[in-house]
């Protein structure tokens, strides 16, 4: 639709590198306890489980999905409370400033290897106001996510449902000269903003990486601001 290649002219998309690292967050739970010396170590040891139970359940209360996002293994989490969303990436990856972009994390060795998120303004309510997902992932693909020099092929698109949310998440291919970029991507629409995130690698490192890609895009999710 017209007001959908509106967004995507001004949404734009570049992979330069300027690296620096950036520390994760875990919660932590500390106690207090004051025993008697009679009640000693076990009187401690129930007052620690106990407290940490307390805790785990409060914070798995608020923030579950973050908590199970956290706890996979070989994947680092990124909560973004400002904008409203959250994410898993890779271990390893490096945090990498691109202008136009809110978070970008690739491989230093691989730099065809990344997720990136972006954001524009836009009144819309739902992603299917669009169209179907076909529809808009080939049209942001085209015009937002790959060059047009790229031979660009829409391999699937699909929508599902999370929290109340609809996503379209899409995997494609962009095939330059001397190398062919495999990708996966989620859209959405919610707090008003039009969400993009992206991730991939190079072709010839597709189904070694393709599993860890597909934990990326799924995990995505954005909270009510």
Request: glycine fraction near 6%; include cysteine; proline fraction near 3%.
């Amino acid at each position: 639709s017209a007001s959908f290649n509106q967004m995507a002219l001004q949404c734009p998309a570049c992979f330069t590198v300027c690296y620096f690292r950036r520390r994760n967050y875990y919660p932590r739970v500390k106690a207090e306890v004051s025993l008697s010396t009679e009640q000693g170590r076990a009187g401690r040891r129930q007052a620690l489980s106990l407290g940490a139970m307390v805790a785990f359940v409060s914070f798995s209360q608020g923030n579950s999905a973050s908590l199970a996002a956290e706890a996979k293994k070989g994947f680092q989490l990124v909560s973004d409370r400002k904008d409203g969303y959250s994410f898993l990436y890779p271990f390893g990856w490096q945090e990498v400033v691109v202008q136009g972009q809110d978070k970008v994390f690739k491989d230093v060795i691989e730099p065809l290897e990344s997720v990136s998120v972006n954001m524009i303004s836009t009144n819309k309510q739902d992603v299917r106001e669009l169209g179907s997902p076909q529809e808009v992932a080939d049209a942001l693909i085209k015009r937002v996510l790959a060059p047009s020099t790229q031979k660009i092929k829409l391999v699937e698109a699909s929508e599902h449902d999370a929290d109340g949310k609809a996503y379209y998440t899409f995997e494609f291919t962009a095939q330059a000269p001397n190398f062919t970029r495999h990708a996966l991507g989620a859209i959405v629409i919610a707090n008003g903003k039009f969400y993009t995130l992206t991730t991939g690698a190079n072709e010839r490192r597709w189904e070694k990486m393709k599993d860890r890609l597909h934990t990326v895009v799924d995990s995505f999710k954005i909270d009510k601001l």
